[in-house]
């Protein structure tokens, strides 16, 4: 245990890494030895060891055996009591994706793109329930409505469930954590070029080396520039991204990452909706070319040092600081169930906002022997430090005709309905407890304190408001795994969450029983996993209609889902790559009334559809003369149907999509790909309310990838 306690940091070349890491292999051996020998009996791999995923290669495999997450729960992925999925690089790039929605879309208990074509947020929902998103464990915060650019990430990390004891204030559905590509003490370099559907191309450079002799330097640099469109009329989808980085290792024990990143995005948000009376052309555009914009514009500089004392006591600090500014503006339709005639009501809906954001933990681990004990524990404090500024929009837009649309511009003089400056303040203590005893059990515990200020002051519709608030919520963890065999592990859990909260609304709160079982083949490289959850989302605050009339909020509704999720990640052989998912869904209001006062007590969740499945494989047929290796690929992605409403009165038919790729490789580190998603462009409604939204369609990209 204690040698893998001094593994060095990550991203060392790979040869140094699996030399750091080969005592997880001889202790995952030590049990068939034992059995063969007669020896003492073997020891369980460490508990936590923040190598940050270095055991894993991203780059060469679609399958984690590592976990990371901030360094707050066990890098072992089969160690791990919690239904968890890792999108590698190798994954990411294999698949094409260029959204955070694109690269969910194959893992279990995901919806992703339920609002086709609006195209402000990264929109998808965790067994029906919102998620949070975290960078390198710290919390997006402010920053979470960015569409993220997964260039910048080594891998994606999915928790599935609530679990605030980890992160704090959170949202119920689960977490998906992105890491942060940093510098690797090595010479490498790989530059792209794409062009595909709507005249959308895009060139990407990601390089990097060692600066020194003594090589305790290194630098990286990743970059994109994309420009072209969307699949609408008169849209665009430009954008540039910069990245740079440093890494410092002095020694062996001591490192630290210094990475600063720039995101400009200049798009369209939205094609202002289809009308509802049938199935219309994806491209057509029934918003205002003059009055259509999305302007994103973030600057972020992280910080993550680490030192290991010896003995097994090591010191974690992280600290990124973050600004943005996102304007964006549309007009959409209003249409309704058994209009007449082609003339439709429009209307124009748009927000300017900034944000400030400064957030960091420092983490205290000990990982000790006790005789047949191993223990690990992390403490830590943890504070976040945001102000946001936003000017809204509202108001009636002029009619357009469907059968000959005509546009007239935006408006001239735009109402602002509301102006709203904001403030957040965090504090944060946690405690996270890990114990292997008998060779076979773990046992685990978290604990976590939040103090959270919230000020808000502005104006709505000319009322004025200047309101404050403050919380203070606990929340714990607690689960046992039961190491069965060395390659199998069965857990049972319970953790909680507190939603980020809001002025004058009690906290959102969630909890989920869990219990699930892993399997990592000895000889193979895969996991496969299954869970059964019950999750709950409690203190919903809801409108209620009271004796005398009035609505009222009032905090008393509750939802709950129970369901179970399959994955299956392998490398097969070295030529066929597997990955396989499939939810299953029972989704439930428990409590809850609408606006108007008509109850939805044993409703199912808008947007939640009782059966998700996905399948991905790829095949390579190994280069012959003077033929390079060609990789076939191709996937299959199933969405059962769900209501659009809360109310339960439309529902989506169910749908099945597939996605293809090619790559060859044509020459020494250099290949050409052509993917191609949502091949045989099916169309239909994935989401409906004044107007209907479509899946994407057909879209297709050519990639030449170019290495040394």
């Given at each position: 245990?204690?040698?893998?306690?001094?593994?060095?940091?990550?991203?060392?070349?790979?040869?140094?890494?699996?030399?750091?890491?080969?005592?997880?292999?001889?202790?995952?051996?030590?049990?068939?030895?034992?059995?063969?020998?007669?020896?003492?009996?073997?020891?369980?791999?460490?508990?936590?060891?923040?190598?940050?995923?270095?055991?894993?290669?991203?780059?060469?495999?679609?399958?984690?055996?590592?976990?990371?997450?901030?360094?707050?729960?066990?890098?072992?992925?089969?160690?791990?009591?919690?239904?968890?999925?890792?999108?590698?690089?190798?994954?990411?790039?294999?698949?094409?994706?260029?959204?955070?929605?694109?690269?969910?879309?194959?893992?279990?208990?995901?919806?992703?793109?339920?609002?086709?074509?609006?195209?402000?947020?990264?929109?998808?929902?965790?067994?029906?329930?919102?998620?949070?998103?975290?960078?390198?464990?710290?919390?997006?915060?402010?920053?979470?409505?960015?569409?993220?650019?997964?260039?910048?990430?080594?891998?994606?990390?999915?928790?599935?469930?609530?679990?605030?004891?980890?992160?704090?204030?959170?949202?119920?559905?689960?977490?998906?954590?992105?890491?942060?590509?940093?510098?690797?003490?090595?010479?490498?370099?790989?530059?792209?070029?794409?062009?595909?559907?709507?005249?959308?191309?895009?060139?990407?450079?990601?390089?990097?080396?060692?600066?020194?002799?003594?090589?305790?330097?290194?630098?990286?640099?990743?970059?994109?520039?994309?420009?072209?469109?969307?699949?609408?009329?008169?849209?665009?989808?430009?954008?540039?991204?910069?990245?740079?980085?440093?890494?410092?290792?002095?020694?062996?024990?001591?490192?630290?990452?210094?990475?600063?990143?720039?995101?400009?995005?200049?798009?369209?948000?939205?094609?202002?909706?289809?009308?509802?009376?049938?199935?219309?052309?994806?491209?057509?555009?029934?918003?205002?070319?003059d009055f259509n914009y999305h302007?994103?514009?973030?600057?972020?500089?992280?910080?993550?040092?680490?030192?290991?004392?010896?003995?097994?006591?090591?010191?974690?600090?992280?600290?990124?600081?973050?600004?943005?500014?996102?304007?964006?503006?549309?007009?959409?339709?209003?249409?309704?169930?058994?209009?007449?005639?082609?003339?439709?009501?429009?209307?124009?809906?748009?927000?300017?906002?900034?944000?400030?954001?400064?957030?960091?933990?420092?983490?205290?681990?000990?990982?000790?022997?006790?005789?047949?004990?191993?223990?690990?524990?992390?403490?830590?404090?943890?504070?976040?430090?945001?102000?946001?500024?936003?000017?809204?929009?509202?108001?009636?837009?002029?009619?357009?005709?469907?059968?000959?649309?005509?546009?007239?511009?935006?408006?001239?003089?735009?109402?602002?309905?509301?102006?709203?400056?904001?403030?957040?303040?965090?504090?944060?203590?946690?405690?996270?407890?890990?114990?292997?005893?008998?060779?076979?059990?773990?046992?685990?515990?978290?604990?976590?304190?939040?103090?959270?200020?919230?000020?808000?002051?502005?104006?709505?519709?000319?009322?004025a408001f200047d309101d404050s608030?403050?919380?203070?919520?606990?929340?714990?963890?607690?689960?046992?795994?039961?190491?069965?065999?060395?390659?199998?592990?069965?857990?049972?859990?319970?953790?909680?969450?507190?939603?980020?909260?809001?002025?004058?609304?009690?906290?959102?709160?969630?909890?989920?029983?869990?219990?699930?079982?892993?399997?990592?083949?000895?000889?193979?490289?895969?996991?496969?996993?299954?869970?059964?959850?019950?999750?709950?989302?409690?203190?919903?605050?809801?409108?209620?209609?009271?004796?005398?009339?009035?609505?009222?909020?009032?905090?008393?509704?509750?939802?709950?889902?129970?369901?179970?999720?399959?994955?299956?990640?392998?490398?097969?052989?070295?030529?066929?790559?597997?990955?396989?998912?499939?939810?299953r869904m029972d989704s439930e209001?428990?409590?809850?009334?609408?606006?108007?006062?008509?109850?939805?007590?044993?409703?199912?969740?808008?947007?939640?559809?009782?059966?998700?499945?996905?399948?991905?494989?790829?095949?390579?047929?190994?280069?012959?003369?003077?033929?390079?290796?060609?990789?076939?690929?191709?996937?299959?992605?199933?969405?059962?149907?769900?209501?659009?409403?809360?109310?339960?009165?439309?529902?989506?038919?169910?749908?099945?999509?597939?996605?293809?790729?090619?790559?060859?490789?044509?020459?020494?580190?250099?290949?050409?790909?052509?993917?191609?998603?949502?091949?045989?462009?099916?169309?239909?409604?994935?989401?409906?309310?004044?107007?209907?939204?479509?899946?994407?369609?057909?879209?297709?990209?050519?990639?030449?990838?170019?290495?040394?």
């Open positions: 245990m204690t040698a893998c306690l001094s593994l060095p940091p990550r991203h060392r070349r790979i040869a140094l890494l699996r030399a750091g890491c080969a005592v997880l292999a001889l202790s995952a051996a030590a049990p068939l030895r034992a059995q063969e020998d007669d020896a003492a009996p073997y020891r369980l791999s460490p508990i936590i060891v923040d190598a940050r995923g270095a055991a894993d290669d991203d780059a060469a495999s679609v399958v984690a055996q590592e976990l990371w997450v901030g360094g707050k729960v066990a890098t072992s992925v089969l160690d791990t009591p919690a239904s968890v999925s890792v999108i590698t690089r190798k994954e990411i790039e294999a698949r094409a994706a260029v959204t955070t929605e694109e690269v969910l879309q194959y893992s279990p208990g995901i919806l992703t793109d339920y609002y086709g074509t609006d195209d402000r947020n990264d929109y998808f929902l965790i067994r029906g329930f919102q998620a949070t998103t975290y960078r390198d464990g710290l919390t997006l915060g402010s920053m979470r409505g960015v569409r993220e650019e997964p260039l910048a990430y080594d891998r994606v990390e999915v928790l599935r469930g609530a679990n605030s004891t980890l992160f704090g204030a959170a949202d119920p559905g689960g977490s998906v954590n992105f890491v942060t590509k940093t510098p690797r003490f090595e010479r490498f370099a790989e530059t792209a070029l794409t062009y595909g559907s709507f005249d959308r191309g895009a060139a990407t450079l990601d390089m990097g080396d060692v600066l020194d002799a003594g090589r305790t330097l290194a630098w990286r640099f990743t970059a994109k520039v994309q420009d072209g469109g969307l699949e609408y009329d008169h849209s665009r989808d430009d954008e540039t991204f910069l990245m740079g980085g440093l890494s410092w290792e002095p020694t062996a024990d001591t490192s630290f990452d210094l990475v600063f990143d720039y995101l400009k995005r200049d798009g369209t948000p939205n094609s202002g909706g289809y009308p509802l009376d049938r199935d219309y052309d994806r491209g057509d555009f029934f918003g205002e070319p302007d994103v514009e973030r600057r972020s500089v992280t910080a993550m040092a680490e030192h290991r004392f010896g003995g097994g006591l090591s010191l974690k600090g992280n600290l990124r600081y973050s600004r943005l500014t996102d304007d964006f503006g549309y007009v959409y339709l209003y249409d309704y169930a058994g209009r007449t005639g082609d003339s439709l009501q429009r209307y124009y809906f748009g927000t300017d906002s900034r944000a400030e954001e400064v957030i960091g933990n420092v983490l205290l681990q000990y990982d000790g022997q006790f005789g047949t004990v191993d223990t690990s524990t992390v403490a830590g404090l943890e504070f976040r430090e945001a102000s946001t500024g936003s000017a809204s929009i509202y108001g009636s837009a002029a009619s357009i005709d469907l059968s000959n649309p005509v546009y007239s511009g935006g408006p001239a003089d735009p109402y602002v309905y509301g102006t709203t400056d904001s403030d957040y303040r965090t504090r944060s203590a946690f405690l996270q407890q890990n114990i292997s005893f008998d060779d076979r059990f773990i046992a685990t515990f978290g604990l976590r304190h939040d103090w959270m200020d919230l000020s808000s002051a502005g104006q709505t519709y000319g009322v608030d403050d919380f203070s919520e606990t929340t714990m963890r607690g689960a046992l795994t039961w190491k069965v065999t060395p390659e199998v592990s069965s857990y049972l859990s319970y953790v909680e969450s507190v939603a980020p909260p809001t002025i004058g609304v009690a906290p959102e709160r969630g909890q989920q029983y869990e219990v699930g079982v892993k399997y990592a083949p000895s000889g193979l490289n895969a996991i496969f996993s299954a869970s059964l959850y019950d999750l709950t989302k409690k203190d919903v605050t809801i409108a209620v209609v009271q004796d005398n009339g009035t609505i009222e909020r009032e905090t008393l509704g509750e939802s709950r889902v129970r369901g179970l999720d399959l994955e299956a990640k392998a490398d097969l052989t070295d030529r066929f790559t597997l990955i396989a998912a499939y939810s209001v428990v409590e809850g009334t609408l606006r108007s006062g008509t109850s939805i007590k044993g409703n199912a969740f808008a947007t939640a559809p009782e059966q998700v499945a996905s399948l991905w494989g790829t095949y390579t047929l190994p280069g012959a003369g003077t033929r390079g290796d060609m990789t076939f690929g191709l996937g299959l992605r199933h969405v059962g149907s769900y209501y659009f409403d809360a109310a339960n009165t439309a529902k989506s038919s169910t749908a099945t999509l597939v996605d293809a790729s090619y790559s060859y490789a044509f020459a020494k580190g250099t290949e050409v790909a052509l993917n191609v998603s949502n091949l045989f462009d099916e169309q239909h409604v994935v989401g409906s309310g004044t107007a209907d939204y479509y899946n994407p369609g057909r879209a297709l990209s050519l990639t030449l990838r170019k290495s040394w």
